[in-house]
C-alpha cells in the first residue's frame, strides 16, 4: 500500500491549510520507523519493489512557509518531495480570482526561491496551474492554456523538467484529466484515500495531512488505526463538501 500526503502552508497556524514544521520532522521520522519509504512521487507510478510501504509528500500553491520552514527539515532529512507552484503569482500571495474570501491570506515564494527547492536534490517543481483556476469550468483553449503555459514558465524560468500536476482545488473531469495527460507524467486530486494497486496516473487521490496534526501518524500511518481514522475523515469530508475524484 502506498500513499500521497498533501500539505500546504508549514507553520503554527491553526487553520486546515498549516501543518507545524515540528509535527513534519516527526512525521518523518514516524513513516520510517514504521518502515515506510519515502519516494519521489514518480517511483509511485510503477510498482513498489518487494511490497514495501511508500510515501511521497507533496506541496501545494508554492507558498513562502514551505520555503522557510520544510526546505530546511526536506533537505536535512533527505526527503523527497513535489512543490506545485501557480506559475502566474510567483511571488505574490494566494489571492487569485478564484480563492474563496474565507481562505487565510498567505505569501507565495519568489522565483529565488523556487530556484532553491529546485537546487535540493529529490525536490521537484510541479504544476499548479498559471492562474489557479478551476479547470472544467474553462473551455477547451483557456484549459490548454492554464496547463501549458503554466508548464512552460516554469521550465524556462526555473530551468527544470515539470513532469507532474494537481488540480487546482482538485477539480477535474475525464476532458480535464485528458488535457493534463498532453502535457505531464501524474497529476493529483483532492480525493482522500489511499492508492490503490493500479491507478490512472492522472487521477491519483492523496491524504491531506492536515489530519495527522496532533501526532496522529505516529502510530503508524499504513495500520489498521489509521486508516479507519482517516477512513471516517474521508467520509465525513465527502458527505460535507462532496469529492471530485
Request: include cysteine.
Amino acid at each position: 500500500m502506498d500513499a500521497i500526503l498533501t500539505f500546504h502552508e508549514i507553520g503554527a497556524d491553526r487553520s486546515v491549510l498549516s501543518f507545524p514544521p515540528e509535527e513534519l520532522a516527526a512525521l518523518v521520522e514516524g513513516l520510517r520507523e514504521e518502515g515506510a519509504a519515502l519516494v519521489p512521487l514518480g517511483d509511485l507510478l510503477a510498482p513498489a519493489p518487494g511490497g514495501r510501504h511508500r510515501v511521497a509528500l507533496t506541496f501545494d500553491d508554492g507558498l513562502e512557509s514551505v520555503h522557510r520552514h520544510a526546505l530546511p527539515i526536506l533537505a536535512r532529512m533527505s526527503v523527497p518531495a513535489v512543490v506545485y507552484v501557480v506559475s502566474g503569482w510567483v511571488g505574490r500571495t494566494n489571492r487569485w480570482p478564484s480563492q474563496p474570501a474565507s481562505a487565510p491570506e498567505m505569501r507565495l515564494m519568489d522565483w529565488g526561491q523556487l530556484r532553491e527547492v529546485a537546487a535540493i536534490p529529490g525536490l521537484k517543481i510541479g504544476a499548479h496551474g498559471a492562474s489557479h483556476a478551476p479547470l472544467p469550468r474553462l473551455e477547451g483553449q483557456a484549459r490548454d492554456e492554464e496547463l501549458r503555459s503554466c508548464k512552460e514558465a516554469l521550465e524556462r524560468t526555473l530551468q527544470v523538467q515539470v513532469r507532474h500536476f494537481a488540480y487546482p482545488y482538485g477539480l477535474h473531469d475525464a476532458k480535464t484529466a485528458a488535457d493534463a495527460g498532453r502535457y505531464y507524467d501524474s497529476a493529483v486530486t483532492t480525493r482522500m484515500r489511499y492508492l490503490r494497486t493500479t491507478e490512472d496516473p492522472l487521477r491519483l487521490p492523496r491524504l491531506d495531512a492536515y489530519y495527522l496534526r496532533g501526532g496522529r501518524g505516529r502510530g503508524g500511518l499504513f495500520g489498521a488505526s489509521a486508516r479507519r481514522y482517516l477512513g471516517l475523515r474521508a467520509l465525513l469530508r465527502r458527505l460535507r463538501h462532496g469529492e471530485n475524484g
